[in-house]
């Protein structure tokens, strides 16, 4: 047998093995509490050829305020994509947050990508940045 043979399969499957797909994740975080912010409903949408925003998933932050996922079969394209931020649902619904909706949009240029885009939140003010 050829030794050029033998690696041929190899050779192969990394050839033939997909891509990555990209993923989008955030966290909500609370700077006064300490925590995580757990229940806020989140949107993502993407900007069409058009430039109108269309919904391509929904979650709401778990117990430690993040969402890992919008869906199992996820297949984000590179674009311009944002995430809104239902605040009046956080921390009850009695609450009257200064900022009612937190709206951060940003730009997804790695297809293969994973863009975790984190919330940093307190009663009068919010940062964003991209995480890991």
Aim: without cysteine; negative net charge.
């Amino acid at each position: 047998m050829k030794m050029s043979s033998l690696f041929a399969p190899i050779a192969l499957s990394l050839i033939a093995a997909p891509a990555a797909a990209a993923e989008i994740s955030t966290h909500v975080l609370d700077l006064a509490e300490g925590v995580g912010g757990a229940n806020v409903p989140v949107t993502l949408s993407k900007r069409d050829a058009a430039g109108t925003w269309v919904e391509v998933g929904t979650a709401r932050t778990d117990q430690n305020g993040r969402v890992r996922s919008f869906g199992p079969d996820a297949d984000f394209e590179t674009g311009v994509y944002r995430l809104q931020f239902d605040m009046t649902a956080y921390p009850n619904a009695e609450a009257k947050p200064f900022f009612p909706e937190i709206t951060v949009t940003f730009r997804m240029s790695d297809k293969a990508g994973h863009y975790h885009v984190p919330v940093v939140v307190s009663p009068f003010g919010y940062s964003t940045y991209r995480g890991n």
